[in-house]
């Protein structure tokens, strides 16, 4: 486990499936995260953490807040050993733990794990303009735009950019 000030990181189980299944269909946060067009079955979930068991390229966590509550997910995945980087997703699925700082808790406790015991040097991500309070986060944390994929992301017939932000380990400050 990875354990930050307000949260742990911890392997997923079976027992998160049902949780993490209702977060990737729940409509609002689909459209904060620009994550699928068609919302996926059950039997995804699970497919999904075992390919990642021997997939060297992803790492899958669970937050689990102090509180003994599952909130959300974070991910690692594009691990590339080679040139020594990666890319990031979250998401605080449980919606009262928005704006309570779960989220940056849970990025910074990652990072440190990521830039200190694996020894990457660079994490990427990539957000979609309307998500200000994600924005904010990765900004709090430490994350610069680095670039914008111009009207990238469709959502309910309209365009939106997607910024591209990544810090390097030099940059990471605990």
Same mark, same amino acid.
């Given at each position: 486990?990875?354990?930050?000030?307000?949260?742990?990181l911890r392997r997923p189980e079976i027992e998160d499936y049902a949780r993490i299944w209702a977060w990737w269909n729940?409509?609002?946060?689909?459209?904060? !995260?620009?994550?699928y067009w068609f919302p996926p079955g059950f039997e995804a979930v699970e497919e999904c953490y075992n390919r990642s068991? !021997?997939?060297?390229?992803?790492?899958? #966590?669970?937050?689990?807040? #102090?509180?003994?509550?599952?909130?959300?997910?974070?991910?690692?995945?594009?691990i590339r050993w080679r040139?020594?980087?990666?890319?990031?997703?979250?998401?605080?699925?449980?919606?009262?733990?928005?704006?309570?700082?779960?989220?940056?808790?849970?990025?910074? !406790?990652?990072m440190k794990f990521v830039f200190n015991e694996l020894d990457l040097r660079r994490i990427e991500l990539k957000v979609v303009e309307y998500n200000l309070r994600?924005?904010?986060?990765?900004?709090?944390?430490?994350?610069?735009?680095?670039?914008?994929?111009?009207?990238?992301?469709?959502?309910?017939?309209?365009?939106y950019d997607q910024y591209i932000m990544a810090i390097l380990k030099e940059e990471f400050i605990i």
């Open positions: 486990m990875i354990f930050g000030k307000k949260c742990c729940d409509e609002e946060l689909q459209y904060l !995260s620009n994550l068991l !021997s997939d060297v390229t992803k790492e899958y #966590f669970i937050i689990h807040a #102090f509180d003994k509550n599952t909130i959300g997910t974070i991910d690692l995945y594009n040139d020594r980087t990666t890319n990031i997703g979250i998401m605080i699925g449980e919606k009262d733990y928005w704006g309570k700082g779960y989220g940056a808790d849970a990025i910074m !406790s990652l994600a924005i904010r986060c990765y900004e709090k944390c430490g994350f610069k735009k680095e670039g914008c994929l111009r009207k990238k992301v469709l959502w309910n017939g309209k365009y």
